[in-house]
């Protein structure tokens, strides 16, 4: 990767859960548009990367730095602010609200003139939701939940979108259709994903790292990493 193109990157990061350490001088740089992909079993630490990295967990020492700014101490809600959007591995959303609630809510901190645009803008991402829109959240299928969740942090327009799981739980045919989705989005933006399904990730991400045991041990364009031997090595349950 070209060092101007990077819009965001950590440097040496280690993250603790009380006296555990989880992430050991973790080091790794996005691109301004793109999907990088972070793969690895069960474990090894990309949901403590992915929450050091949006400020919902607190890193021991090492820096983060987005757009040549560092950001290490900024509160989750600020570095929103500055263009980050979470969908965490859960993919929360309001069950008791129907869809286009859920997206309404997405648009709150918007300009009332953007509301409607970027709500439309969504949806012509993700049609099957513009069918449910007066459906209850609580009766969508798991994977619809999933394409909801990543549709409303997505109508305040972040540039870097991170994703934790985006096809966990989710239907075969649905897992295409998102991930389709995900590699169009990529093209407008930096898209950060955690991901189990490696064909699917290796496919729409242009640059892969491979996590184990809290530390980066590789890291590779993906066209090149699919046929690589270390692939098993590092992810084979």
């Known amino acids: 990767m070209d060092a101007a193109d990077a819009i965001l990157r950590t440097d ?14 973790v080091s790794f740089a996005v691109p301004s548009k793109g999907c990088v992909a972070i793969l690895g ?34 509160p989750t809600e600020k570095r929103a602010r500055l263009g980050f959007g979470y969908v965490p591995q859960e993919g929360e959303v309001f069950g ?75 239907w075969p045919t649905l897992v295409e259709e998102i991930g389709a989705t995900l590699e169009t989005m990529s093209r407008e933006r930096a898209v950060v994903i955690v991901e189990q399904n490696i064909d699917m990730a290796l496919r729409i991400s242009t640059q892969a790292y491979i996590m184990e045991r809290g530390e980066l041990v590789l890291h590779e364009e993906s066209a090149r990493l699919r046929d690589d031997p270390r692939l098993e090595r590092y992810l084979a349950p």
């Open 12 to 25: 040496r990061l280690n993250t603790y859960y009380g006296r555990s350490q989880i992430l050991f001088d």
């Open 41 to 74: 079993r069960n474990g090894a630490g990309k949901t403590t990367l992915l929450k050091s990295v949006v400020g919902e967990l607190r890193p021991a020492s090492g820096e983060i730095e987005y757009k040549g700014r560092t950001i290490s101490t900024l």
């Open 96 to 170: 008791r609200l129907t869809v286009r609630d859920n997206l309404l809510l997405g648009s709150l901190r918007l300009p009332k003139a953007d509301k409607n645009a970027n709500i439309e803008q969504a949806l012509r991402l993700f049609p099957r939701l513009r069918e449910r829109q007066e459906q209850y959240a609580a009766t969508l299928s798991g994977g619809e939940r999933k394409m909801l969740a990543i549709a409303r942090v997505l109508i305040a327009k972040p540039e870097v979108l991170f994703l934790d799981e985006p096809t966990e739980g989710v």
